[in-house]
């Protein structure tokens, strides 16, 4: 039989991810590539979702998420920002950030509206958007601070353009958008009616007192933001996959029909987990930040001698770098996963417009130490 996947479908590439873990297993290479740590988030959390089973919480969760994870969402944002979000119909529990993302975009784009997304982009963000039938408008962030032009995202707004996807703070760039950024985004979405999506994952990993500001802080900002995060980021349980959106209870409403024919439901004890993490989140959060925190400067400080030069993150866990010149990211990532053992992402997938993603190699800094140590001892063995 020959078998004809639907055009959609075949629209979508492996993802980069997953491509450069395989090589990375595969040379026997230090993965400094796919983002997520290589050690364990903290032990307290792991008895919880333990316990939570041994207590028989092993059926269907509601659709919507249990009630303490949502409550306890709603609290965590109102102590930090000063944000209120209903637990009864403004928060949903989804399958990580990514489902979030999916049944977000899903819920509001039809066939032909523009979307803005900002290059380099999360890999999900292009290709949930083509699964939707919408047309993304890409607006570069410009080496070295990652900044946009003002007016080049003013004129991509047409009167198809229906949503911006905000990524803050950055994957892969680990940019955090200023004030002054964040204003004039809100000052073009309110004047022209858009709907944010703003994907907040790595909302605590800020650094050098930079402050994370969720878009829907801003005056008139709450209304027309989903807002996405995960506890995959916060509580290093990656492959938990337990993620939220907050927003408006019509945009929850529609994140909810999409969810319930994808997967109705999200692993219960360990949302009972993540619900008990979030009471303990402001005694855990320093130490987080700070191991973080000593992870970039670590990197940041090892790369100095290497031809590989770093651009500094403000967020996040990942480092862009920029590669010798004349080099291309794509072909070195391959030499250096083979013939030094080291995997990165070569960031140029994240680009539609620009040729900027050439010139430079993202690495994750969630890792170990010794992974760390091991990594960069390979990237420095690199000669012209
Ligand atoms: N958004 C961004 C910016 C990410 O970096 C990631 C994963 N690293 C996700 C979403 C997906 O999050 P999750 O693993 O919770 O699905
Ligand atoms: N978000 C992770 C990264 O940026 C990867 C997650 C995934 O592979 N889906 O590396």
Redesign the pocket.
């Known amino acids: 039989m020959t078998i004809q996947l639907s055009k959609r479908t075949e629209k979508i590439p492996e993802?980069?991810?997953?491509a450069m873990?395989r090589l990375a297993i595969e040379n026997k290479a230090v993965n400094l590539?796919?983002?997520?740590p290589d050690f364990n988030g903290p032990d307290w959390l792991i008895e919880e979702v333990y316990k939570a089973m041994k207590e028989g919480k092993n059926q269907y969760a509601p659709s919507i998420g249990i009630l303490t994870l949502r409550k306890n969402i709603s609290a965590l944002y109102k102590s930090i920002y000063d944000i209120d979000w209903s637990y009864d119909n403004e928060v949903i529990i989804t399958m990580?950030a990514?489902e979030a993302l999916y049944s977000s975009i899903h819920s509001v784009v039809d066939e032909g509206d523009e979307v803005i997304i900002f290059e380099p982009f999360?890999?999900?963000y292009m290709y949930d958007v083509l699964l939707a039938g919408g047309i993304p408008k890409l607006i570069t962030l410009h080496k070295p601070d990652f900044s946009f032009d003002f007016e080049e995202f003013e004129n991509a707004i047409t009167n198809k353009t229906k949503v911006i996807i905000l990524n803050n703070p950055q994957?892969?760039t680990g940019k955090v958008y200023t004030k002054k950024e964040l204003d004039f985004i809100s000052d073009i979405a309110i004047k022209n009616d858009l709907i944010i999506i703003s994907d907040e994952?790595y909302e605590f990993l800020t650094y050098d007192n930079v402050n994370h500001i969720p878009i829907s802080t801003i005056p008139g900002m709450k209304e027309r933001t989903i807002t996405i995060s995960s506890a995959g980021k916060t509580f290093g349980f990656?492959g938990w996959k337990i993620g939220w959106a907050c927003a408006n209870k019509d945009f929850i409403r529609g994140i909810h029909s999409v969810r319930q024919w994808t997967t109705f439901a999200v692993n219960t004890p360990c949302q009972h987990a993540v619900a008990f993490g979030l009471t303990k989140i402001m005694e855990y959060l320093p130490d987080f930040r700070k191991l973080y925190l000593q992870k970039r400067d670590f990197i940041i400080q090892e790369l100095k001698d290497s031809l590989f030069s770093p651009i500094i993150p403000l967020g996040s866990y990942?480092i862009m770098v920029n590669i010798p010149e004349n080099k291309n990211d794509m072909e070195l990532a391959i030499e250096l996963v083979k013939d030094y053992k080291v995997a990165t992402?070569p960031p140029s997938v994240f680009y539609s417009n620009s040729d900027e993603g050439k010139s430079m190699l993202?690495l994750?800094f969630a890792k170990q130490d010794e992974t760390l140590k091991n990594g960069i001892k390979n990237l420095k063995a690199y000669k012209l």
Do not use: K, L
């Open positions: 993802s980069v991810f997953t873990s590539g796919q983002g997520f990580g990514t999360y890999d999900s994957n892969p994952v990656t990942f992402i993202r994750c």
